[in-house]
Structures are given as C-alpha cells and as structure tokens.
C-alpha cells in the first residue's frame, strides 16, 4: 500500500520567513496530494491540493509543488504570520479508472512561527 | 449550509464494551470517510462510504466497523474495546470522495479506560 512519509516533524520560523514542508510517496499511482491543517483542537481543513496533472499550484501565499519522478511533494508558506502555526499533514491518494482509494496521511508537522 | 457534525463529542467506555459513533455530513455529499487520529500514529483512514455502500477500507481490524444510511449519514461502531482505541475519530464528507476537497467533522473523543 501507499507509504508517505513527512518532514520535519517540527518546524518553527519568525513571522516573515518562508516555510517548507516535504512529503514522499511511494505509490507511483498517487495522483492526488492534499494539504491539510489542523489548529489545536481544531478539526483539518484543506489548503490546497495539486494533481498529477500539474507541476505547481498556488493560492496567495501557500504554493504547492510536486516532482512525480522523485514522487515527492512540497508545501511552501511565505511571509509567515502566527496565524499560519498549527499541524500540517500531507495526505496522498489516487483516482483509477473511475475509482477511488483511501487516503493516506503522513505523520504531520508542527509549523510554529514566532512573533 | 450547515457543516459535518459528529455525535456525541465525547465518549467514555470500559475494556470490552462497543461504542457507536454518527457522522452528519454536508447536505448533498454522498461520501463519507472516517479516520482515527492518535499522537503516535498521526491520521489513519479506517473506511470510505458512497451511496451506502463501503468503497474502501484501511488497515483496521473487523472490530471495526461501519455503515451509511439512505440520506448519507454514516455510523462506525467499534466492538470489544480496546485500551489503545482510544483516540480522536473524525469523520469526513465530500461529493465524490477521498480525492474531492474533503470537509472534516469535529471529531469525537474516545477515551477506553
């Protein structure tokens, strides 16, 4: 099955920086890679999500790259606030032949930015 | 419109017992996936329903199981309790499943002492 795997498990930058978070697979199949994040007692929410199909996505200022001949993934975070610090998952997937199968998360990572 | 709901909120049992948690999803979602999130494990997909029917399923015991109702709603019941069930469940509802924008419940808190 698919296997993914996210670093670092930890991250902490000042407000202002740039952030990046890295994600590998294992599945070649995957072609659906979401990003979630989860404030402190707070449910996930996706922040963006990048198929296969693409190289690149962005949305103001959290981009998403993905190299699917290393298969992996990058979430990128500029201009850190303190609202951006909460737990981050990346998540694969795939969608075959009209099918759909599970979604597998990595383990997560804390992004603190301090003021 | 209303988002996912997840009842109850906390839950309590004892070694041995069954538990039986709702998931409300968005009105017109068909899919509903459920996970369990612990500090060790991170998220874990448990199950995947469509139109009432499991599409797939994770790396769980058959203890665990799960069903989803004519209007969407889903249920997961988990038999014969377990210390290390004890966890967050959230559930999750979207319109055609795990690889369309998921929208998360607020979980519920099991706790198996």
């Known amino acids: 099955g698919e296997n993914v795997e996210q670093h670092p498990s930890t991250l902490s930058v000042q407000e202002g920086d740039s952030a990046v978070i890295k994600c590998t697979y294992s599945d070649s199949a995957s072609n659906y890679f979401p990003w979630y994040k989860q404030e402190l007692g707070k449910r996930p929410q996706l922040i963006i999500d990048i198929r296969s199909n693409v190289g690149e996505k962005k949305d103001q200022r959290i981009a998403v790259t993905l190299n699917k001949t290393a298969k992996h993934f990058s979430l990128h975070i500029t201009e850190t606030q303190p609202e951006d610090s909460a737990v981050y998952f990346c998540?694969?997937?795939?969608?075959?032949?009209?099918?759909?199968?599970?979604?597998?998360f990595g383990k997560g990572t804390l992004l603190t930015v301090n003021p | 419109k209303a988002g996912v709901t997840q009842t109850p909120r906390y839950l309590i049992k004892t070694r041995g017992q069954q538990v039986t948690l709702s998931c409300s999803p968005i009105?017109?979602?068909?899919?509903v996936s459920w996970y369990q999130q612990t500090p060790g494990q991170g998220l874990q997909f448990l199950f995947e329903?469509?139109?009432?029917?499991?599409?797939n399923k994770g790396n769980f015991p058959g203890r665990f199981s799960g069903r989803q109702f004519s209007n969407s709603r889903s249920e997961m019941n988990v038999s014969t309790l377990e210390l290390g069930d004890s966890a967050l469940y959230l559930c999750a509802s979207s319109l055609t499943g795990v690889t369309d924008t998921q929208y998360f419940g607020p979980g519920t808190r099991l706790t198996v002492l």
């Open positions: 998540a694969a997937s795939k969608n075959s032949g009209g099918s759909n199968y599970k979604l597998t």
């Open positions: 009105s017109g979602h068909r899919s």
């Open positions: 329903y469509f139109s009432e029917t499991q599409r």
